[in-house]
């Protein structure tokens, strides 16, 4: 297994190691040629593949038992943190509800009588008691609902996820077989153990399980009082968690699970690039009929 180098410079969002430098050594790279049309214009895609730090493996009590790797896709150092910064702010934005609303001076109830006449009063003219002008009235230029959603491309959201779990994963422990060693809800029994794993409870940590590890109740009941954890599934991985944790814990069906959704496929892509090119020839083709 080839060595890692991991860079001393630390880039963060939040409170995680973010980005390695380019100085990381031996890092994997998948080059995949793209054809368009007749064939004559070809770019270079790097698709980059890159390894992890050795991501040390502990038992249930703490205990040093191997090390493993994270192999994921991970976006060019020049162009990371834009990549991250994308999706992180596509998620807080597309979370807001844009549900604030106030009323105007003719959604207030009430106000449909004229509250003295006109004119021979000293006061000025008004028209109904819902003025803005007047408690109980209207509001001027006030909220109303919003959408705030933006659009992020699939692939774009899940390569800046595999990013920030790939440069925030120096930060990563993987504790192997703990899901069902908790055999009554007890949370003194849960921080005992975080220690034993070098966690300190004061930092925010994020779990991550696997789709095979089964979780029991009394794992969730033992750590659901400690507000600075995160425990976290496929279904509920997010990147805003991984870029606020201080630090990760994986299972090893977690780590299978990230290594095989997350890793390079060059073989999908070039379906879908052929794909693309059959497309582009039968559009060419019908018009060239036309």
């Known amino acids: 297994m080839a060595t890692m180098s991991v860079a001393s410079q630390s880039i963060s969002f939040f409170s995680s190691s973010i980005f390695f430098s380019s100085s990381t ?4 790279f998948c080059l995949a040629l793209k ?4 064939g004559e214009a070809l770019s270079l895609n790097p698709i980059r593949s890159q390894l992890s730090p050795p991501i040390p493996v502990l038992s249930f009590t703490g205990e040093k038992v ?31 509800r844009g549900t604030a ?14 509250p003295y006449q006109q004119k021979e009063t000293g006061h000025a003219r008004r028209g109904s008691q819902r003025t803005p002008l007047r408690p109980g009235g209207g ?5 109303k609902p919003k959408d705030w959603s933006i659009k992020i491309n699939r692939k ?12 925030a994963a120096v930060n990563a422990v993987i504790v192997d077989e703990f899901v069902g ?8 029994e849960f921080i005992a153990a975080m220690k034993r794993w070098g966690l300190d409870p004061k930092d925010k940590a994020t779990f991550l399980f696997g789709g095979d590890d089964e979780v029991s109740e009394n794992l969730i009941l033992s750590s659901r009082n400690i507000r600075t954890l995160k425990m976290l ?4 991985l997010n990147l805003f968690d991984v870029l606020n944790a201080d630090k990760l814990v994986f299972t090893r069906s977690a780590v299978e699970y990230l290594n095989r959704m997350y890793a390079v496929n060059i073989e999908g892509e070039e379906e879908e690039e052929e794909s693309e090119g059959n497309v582009e020839e039968s559009e060419n083709g019908s018009s060239d009929a036309e």
């Open 25 to 28: 050594k031996n890092p994997k």
């Open 35 to 38: 054809c368009r049309g007749n």
């Open 66 to 96: 191997g090390e493993t790797f994270l192999d994921l896709k991970s976006a060019p150092p020049d162009t990371a943190r834009s990549v991250v910064h994308r999706g992180i702010v596509t998620d807080q934005q597309n979370s807001r």
């Open 101 to 114: 609303s106030t009323l105007t001076r003719g959604e207030v109830r009430g106000g449909g009588k004229k």
């Open 139 to 143: 509001v001027i230029f006030g909220p």
């Open 156 to 167: 774009e959201k899940k390569l800046a996820l595999s990013t920030a779990i790939l440069s």
């Open 181 to 188: 060693q908790f055999e009554k809800p007890k949370t003194k």
């Open 233 to 236: 599934t496929p279904r509920t």
